[in-house]
């Protein structure tokens, strides 16, 4: 699977953007989709993440009822938007693919995804 992360942006504090990470191949649907952001001198942080399906999403606590995750499986596609915007949401914003596909506890943590996208900048000016 290969992925393609676009839609990242400048924005004012309060708005909104929406990410689409594109994939590559036949597998996407079977394959649960994650998005990271990552600020320099910081680890990757998990932001979102939803099943083949789109039936179950899990979500950061600092982004719940703000983000929303989901998919396009005939488009191959996975969907970040974000609303409500604020200054420290600004990040690289990584989309990641687990083809492992289960619902294990461990699925904030990076090493879980095996394919990650180039990353795209969004910046929240306050």
């Known amino acids: 699977v290969q992925l393609q992360a676009s839609g990242g942006g400048l924005v004012q504090a309060g708005g909104s953007l929406r990410l689409s990470c594109a994939a590559s191949g036949r597998t996407f649907s079977r394959v649960f989709m994650g998005w990271f952001r990552q600020t320099p001198g910081k680890e990757r942080e998990f932001v979102a993440r939803?099943?083949?399906?789109?039936?179950?999403?899990y979500y950061a606590d600092s982004v719940k009822g703000r983000f929303t995750i989901s998919r396009d499986n005939a488009k191959n596609t996975a969907y970040l938007q974000m609303n409500s915007l604020k200054p420290e949401d600004t990040a690289v914003y990584y989309c990641?693919?687990?083809?492992?596909?289960?619902?294990?506890?461990?699925?904030?943590?990076?090493?879980?995804?095996?394919?990650w996208g180039q990353g795209t900048l969004v910046t929240v000016s306050s």
């Open positions: 939803i099943n083949w399906s789109g039936s179950i999403t």
């Open positions: 990641a693919a687990d083809q492992s596909a289960t619902y294990s506890g461990t699925y904030y943590k990076a090493g879980v995804y095996d394919y």
